[in-house]
Every structure is written in C-alpha cells, then in structure tokens.
C-alpha cells in the first residue's frame, strides 16, 4: 500500500491577542484549531470553506511560511519521515524545493522590479540547480511548458494578463520539481474561462511530474474538477472529509449540504432546494461551545450545544464531525 506524503496531525495554528504596554496575552485566535488529514503521491486534496475558517493559514502552516502552535506535518520523501515542524533551518531550505506554494494573488506574489526570467531562474540557482545561461534557458522551457512564449523571459510581472501571471507563478512553483504544492485559491481570483484553463494546466503538470496538490479554496464547484478527495472545513476543524464523488453524492454533514446546495444547477429549468445558512462564520477569538457550527445549524440539538462532535469514519475513508451522523442517522435530517 502506498504511504502517504504527507501527514498532517492534530495541527493547530493560535494567534495570541496581546493588549497593553507589555503586551500581555489576552486571548487567541484559534484560525486552525485540529486538523487531521494524508495527502498520498499525486493526489489532490481539495480544502473548502467559506472566508475565515483557516484554510489559507493552515496550506501556509504546513509549508511553515507560518509556525505551527502545536501539532506535525510529516513529509515523506524517498521513504524517509520527517516532521516539518521540528526541521531546522537548513533542513527547511532544502525541503523547499519539495514543497511549493501558488498564490492567490499572482500580481502581489512576484517582484515587480524582476524580469520573468530572473523570478523562475533564481529559484533554479538558489538550490544549485542551474545558474548563467542555463537558468535562463531552463526558464524559457518553463514558460513554454505552462503555454508562455519563451520571448516572455525578459519581460516584467506587469506586462501579463492575470491568467498569465498565475502561469509564470505555476512555472516557479514547478521549476524545482517538487513533490507537493498547495494551490492557495490559485484560481480565485481568474475569470471562469482562464480558472478551466489554468486547472487543465495543474492537471497535467501533475500527470507529468507526479505532484501531489493541496487545493485550497472557497467555491466546492471549482474544487470538484481537481480534487480525488476534499475536506471541508468550518472554523478551524474539517467536518466531512471523503473522496469528491462521494461528498457530491451523499453529503453528510449538514454545513456541506449547505455549501453544495449553494452552487448554481448547471440544468435550465432544473430546481433545487436551497439551505440557508444564518449569519455569519462566528469570531474564532471565541468559538460557539460544542459544535462549532450549531449556532447556524437547521438541525442543532441540545447535545450539539454542549458537546464538541469527533470526526469519525461512517464508511471507508468517509469520515464526519456530527453528532446526528454519529447517532445513526442519515439526511434528510428534520430540523428541531
Ligand atoms: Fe448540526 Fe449538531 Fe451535527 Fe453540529 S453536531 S452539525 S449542530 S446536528
């Protein structure tokens, strides 16, 4: 059986809130409070959640752009485990070319001031790959891979549409060759028709070189033509986590019939039933006790205001955070 990649344990990510001339802590964030999931070898994982559940703080605590609160992240390379979290950080350079990040920004995240060339090359001469002549030639067959004329190597991040820029921030990403990358709403911030192509393009690059993706965004109807298996997550905890057809098929957690029941039907004329959700996602300086999301749930019962439900597995590799589901039953569920 193949081992995972990646094994991410009980990963916690507390921002302290500190007040006074001393700066003394007060409270906490609690942006990613739990996470548990494997992302195995060319696989992707999809992470969905409305803004501010801590999806993007948790991609970024994985690559430690951010240190970790508590927790793992085991990385295995050539059959050898290793904790990000405890990696030095010499160690930490080196796995950097393992571990790459596409933002969602592709105008912010590369340096106005350098040419396409020098951003995708230096990542190349920085871990001793290629230097001179050859970064440069090893960029142009970049920006070709990613469907960028080799010309554009001279050129500047203004000089691109925003499609464009989020394909030279794709080819820096797999410049290294790396064996995993969280796409961080890569694809959020791009018209729908430049958003097929650019997931087209992750997708072959993946076949090509095997890469395993987190894919983090907000919309479950973008992660659906990525993703083999996708965790959703609410206010800091995944809820519901399984392969893509089976959460699209049979949701079991009543946040991620919510979400699913929010995307468009694609057939005219074709209803269906819509779940409003109340509110907002609550402050997580200071979460509903419980379930998190009782406060917003059709279905919240005495139990789910008092009691934190654990994710636990209702079929192979189908695994929920409810106490309805925990007690047997199955939607549609009536509401209290
Ligand atoms: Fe709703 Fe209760 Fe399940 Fe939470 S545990 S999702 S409040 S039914």
Excluded at 37 to 46: A, I, K, N, R, W
Excluded at 94 to 118: C, H, K, W, Y
Excluded at 251 to 263: D, F, G, N, R
């Amino acid at each position: 059986m193949t081992e995972p990649l990646l094994k991410v344990r009980n990963l916690k990510k507390h921002f302290p809130i500190k007040k006074g001339f001393l700066g003394k802590v007060v409270g906490s964030v609690k942006a990613v409070d739990g996470l548990d999931f494997d992302l195995f070898p060319g696989e992707t994982v999809g992470l969905v959640g409305e803004s501010g559940c801590g999806k993007t703080t948790a991609g970024r605590t994985i690559l430690r752009l951010i240190e970790p609160s508590d927790g793992s992240a085991a990385l295995n390379i050539d059959n050898k485990e290793t904790d990000i979290f405890t990696m030095s950080g010499q160690e930490l350079r080196a796995a950097r070319s393992e571990m790459q990040i596409i933002f969602q920004d592709p105008f912010s995240s590369l340096n106005p001031r350098m040419t396409v060339g020098s951003i995708i090359g230096d990542a190349l001469e920085l871990h001793g790959i290629a230097k001179g002549d050859e970064k440069f030639e090893m960029a142009k067959q970049l920006l070709e891979r990613v469907g960028l004329q080799a010309a554009y190597v001279n050129r500047y991040p203004h000089e691109f549409s925003g499609g464009q820029r989020q394909r030279i921030g794709i080819a820096r990403a797999v410049a290294l060759k790396p064996k995993f990358i969280v796409c961080d709403e890569a694809v959020s911030a791009l018209d729908v028709s430049v958003q097929a192509q650019v997931i087209n393009l992750l997708e072959d690059l993946q076949k090509e070189f095997g890469i395993a993706y987190l894919f983090i965004a907000h919309d479950l109807s973008v992660v659906r033509h990525i993703s083999d298996r996708i965790a959703v997550m609410y206010l800091g905890r995944i809820v519901e986590m399984t392969d893509c057809e089976t959460l699209y098929k049979t949701p079991l957690h009543p946040y991620t019939q919510a979400l699913l029941s929010a995307i468009p039907e694609p057939i005219p004329g074709k209803k269906k039933k819509r779940v409003i959700l109340q509110g907002d996602v609550p402050n997580p300086i200071n979460p509903p006790p419980g379930c998190h999301f009782h406060p917003r749930c059709p279905y919240s019962t005495k139990r789910c205001e008092t009691e934190t439900p654990e994710r636990a597995e209702v079929s192979s590799g189908h695994s929920v955070a409810c106490h309805l589901v925990e007690e047997g039953q199955r939607p549609p569920y009536t509401a209290t």
